[in-house]
């Protein structure tokens, strides 16, 4: 079976995580009014078709139109990133006109834009309060890298778990996001990078080299994705419809703290990746690292893993790992991780912890995790293929730990009290940077 081991900074590196002086605030475009009540016409972002159909009949669309006008919008939203219907030229004016007097397409208010150095991006988006109370606001990160670029995404306004690790965590939930809000900061993200086929990209922004600039998305923003099922089912339904947005459901992936009895119906119903929150290999710590381990224990929450309808070697599950130093860290831990795997096609990503104020944690030392991803990579392997991992390790040099380690410092404070929300299960006050052991099998 063989394992490899690499540096992945995917979701968990976010601006956020950047230190201050290397990340530039840009200029951000406000669009649409947010401003403490609803927007006065309903959107048409995150409806399902049928949803649409409906809308445009109450308008007065005759039903024999609906179908082809549906197909048109559907279009112009989004594969052609329309924000107006003016924009739609293949639909009559008149009708355009009675669109745009009945709806709107217009996208949340961006509240800030930073843009790190590394070309890793984060804006913080207002959206209406929706019974809230007040407008609420939330972070998206996006992270480019070679052949792709990842999309942070939230599903809620703060959580109602509270992993003794995440920083969101300490924060109440004020309420689900709508699939209408969980599509926009996608739609958000690809208007401000020009991802759209007659979009100008930025010349200056780092973004990947070739293939889309959003290629994939990941929901470990802030909140729990299975707790707010029916929009986040929505919005991922619509993020990979292949007459739209058309994202691969191998490139999205929704990471859970481990709500069981929601597990099969997520492989079910949205058929995406999955990602579980993990952190530790024994009831007693985990039931104090995600409380939720008390209602669904590690047993039960690796049953529903293994029967995760399409697991395959091609279709592998992600285990977050969040190093902390002295709790989980131990090289007894990462054999107990590769035993409780055992069975289930997975990759394990080791995070270093990125402590935030009022924190218990610190992060585990750089060679203790290194240590536990060599204990990972030789327990899961044969030992032919352990050199491999190895010689990637020695690749890195001590200088480049050095300098990811200062970038997780600081932020310049935007979103949830200086960590940055869009990284909860991936990262809410976790470090910048992953090692991710690979395994065929874990057996
Ligand atoms: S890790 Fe996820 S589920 Fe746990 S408190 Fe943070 S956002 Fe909520």
Redesign the pocket.
Known sequence: MAVTLTIDHRAAETAADASPERIVPVAAPVAAPVTGGTTEKPSLIGLSREAMGGLLREAGIPDRQVRMRVAQIWHWMYVRGATDFSQMTNVAKDLRADLDRAFTLARPEIVTEQVSTDGTRKWLMKFPPRGAGRPVEIETVYIPEEGRGTLCVSSQVG?T???SF?H??TQKLVRNLTSEEILAQLLVARDRLGDYPDAKPDAEAMMPSEGRLVSNLVMMG???PLYNFDHVREALLIASDGDGLSLSKRRITLST?GVVPMIPKAGEEMGVMLAI?LHAVRDELRDEL?PLNKKYPIRALLDACRAYPGLSNARRITFEYVMLKGVNDSPADARELVRLLKGIPAKINLIPFNPWPGSAYECSDWDVIERFADVVNHAATPRRSAPRAARHLRRLRPAEVGERADARQGTDGAGSGGQPAGS??AG?GLGSRRLKARTSSCS
């Open positions: 959580c778990l509270t992993c995440c969101t965590g802030m909140g729990e703290s929150s995600v909860r299960h809410d």
